[in-house]
């Protein structure tokens, strides 16, 4: 008798916990999940160590929704597009394992191209404007100066972007965005990977699109403490940046 009281007590806790997962494995891969920012790339819309919520129902759903991308099917279900100005989370398309997150520049169709710094999409230039903000940016382990702009795209989204004052990027190759896939650009742009990378990233399809950056939930900046280092969250909790929509 004894025995079975503990069956069934290990047999109910065994059921809760594995309820639980279930409930958190699906609103991971339907609804909400957290990311970690743990490069540069997007500064200064985004800072290393900060924190965020990405929404995964807002472009339909792929096996790249799940968790370990499970080759279960290559067709994205509910497909919506995303807008031009979105930051989107997407799988590489060099592994389709490793998880970017960029500013959406190109759409289907498009010509993208950088002339004397600026972007052209389909050969007009985007308007760009110059601001008087002073920015030290990160790169790896460097610091950057760099001018600030205010970038508007063709549907009216703006945006901050950073560009190094001295060595920056100023003219590419045309890019000839495919159909079904996107060109994606860090905000960051002398120091993001990129689709101007078309052999580590390049077009990505619409397959490898994992959702929709929407709110900055903690920032904590690592160059100060590790998480974990109690005495030092004062200094490095940035509050500011709490619950920052994006």
Known sequence: MKKNKIFYIIYDNAKTLLGALIIAILIRS????????????????????????VSKYIYGYSKHSFPFSPNITNKRFFSKSPKRGD????????????????????????????????????????????IKDKKNIRCGNFLLETNTFIETLPNGVEHTVVYKKKGSLQNTQIFQVPKDHYFLLGDNRDCSKDSRYLDSVG??????????????FFSNDTNISGLLKIWNISKSFRIERLFKGL
């Open 87 to 130: 930051l989107v989370v997407f799988k590489t398309p060099a592994d389709n394992r490793t998880d970017y997150i960029k500013r959406l520049i190109g759409m289907p169709g498009d010509k993208i191209q950088f002339v004397n710094g600026s972007i052209l999409i389909n050969d007009k230039k985007i308007l760009r404007e110059k």
């Open 203 to 216: 077009y990505v399809k619409n397959l490898n699109l994992v959702g929709k950056a929407e709110l900055i």
């Open 30 to 53: 339907l609804l909400f999940q957290p990311f970690y920012i743990p490069s540069s790339s997007m500064e200064p819309t985004l800072l290393v160590g900060d924190r965020i919520f």
